[in-house]
């Protein structure tokens, strides 16, 4: 027997009403703002000026609540990604979508990154990367690994990103200087390789990386497609 909805429950804010999507909304809107906290029940409450016990009544536990927030995060993923590109580029629009969202909700992306929400969006992620590696060249369990491998790589290199953003201001200053000021003060003998490319390791950016990361992994795609059509 299916389970009847439960009706909307008022806040405490005049005329305003508690509902899955309104909790949804404001636990974004809480990690919109950097916040580490953002999937506390009380922090929750507070946002939405309602008794945190209501919350309940719309989510059986906090973990169903932040696979619903995830899920709707990569909403925002996937209508980032512009109709009629072909494979190569509908996986480079889904892996700059998910690290722009990751750096809009950090605590979301960082929570999530080794989780499966088994809802809609999820579904059709899954599905364009499957159609993207299928169009590539690729079947059966091949289509399978590099769907995963894509997948799951992009999604630690966001996940790494968010969790970054949620360091305390020192602790992400010390990290940045680390290049500066640790990796150049190294024994050269020691580390001829740190030593030689010192100014290069303080250069880099996480852009650099994440293009780098995101060609090579299309690169595989097509080199393991190009493989087995001349095999």
Do not use: C
């Not at 696979?67 to 709707?72: A, E, G, N, P, T």
């Amino acid at each position: 027997m299916s389970k009847t909805p439960a009706a909307p429950v008022r806040s405490k804010r005049a005329g305003a009403q508690l509902t899955p999507d309104a909790i949804i909304e404001a636990s974004l809107r809480i990690a919109a703002r950097g916040s580490a906290d953002a999937f506390t029940i009380r922090r929750l409450g507070e946002e939405l000026g309602a008794d945190p016990t209501a919350i309940y009544r719309h989510f059986r536990d906090k973990d169903e609540l932040l696979l619903s927030v995830f899920d709707r995060s990569l909403g925002e993923v996937l209508a980032s990604i512009p109709p009629g590109l072909d494979w190569k580029d509908r996986l480079r629009a889904l892996a700059a979508g998910s690290l722009a969202v990751a750096l809009k909700y950090p605590a979301v992306a960082g929570a999530m990154t080794s989780r499966t929400t088994r809802r809609a969006n999820e579904f059709h992620v899954v599905e364009l990367i499957l159609g993207a590696v299928t169009e590539a060249g690729l079947s059966g369990a091949e289509a399978v690994v590099h769907y995963r491998m894509f997948g799951d790589s992009v999604l630690a290199f966001v996940g790494q990103r968010a969790e970054y953003l949620l360091l305390e201001p020192d602790a992400q200053a010390s990290d940045d200087a680390a290049w500066t000021v640790e990796y150049r003060r190294v024994d050269a003998r020691e580390f001829p390789h740190i030593t030689a490319l010192g100014a290069e390791l303080a250069a880099v950016t996480h852009d650099q990386i994440f293009h780098t990361r995101v060609e090579a992994l299309i690169s595989a795609v097509e080199l393991r497609a190009e493989q087995l059509r001349d095999a």
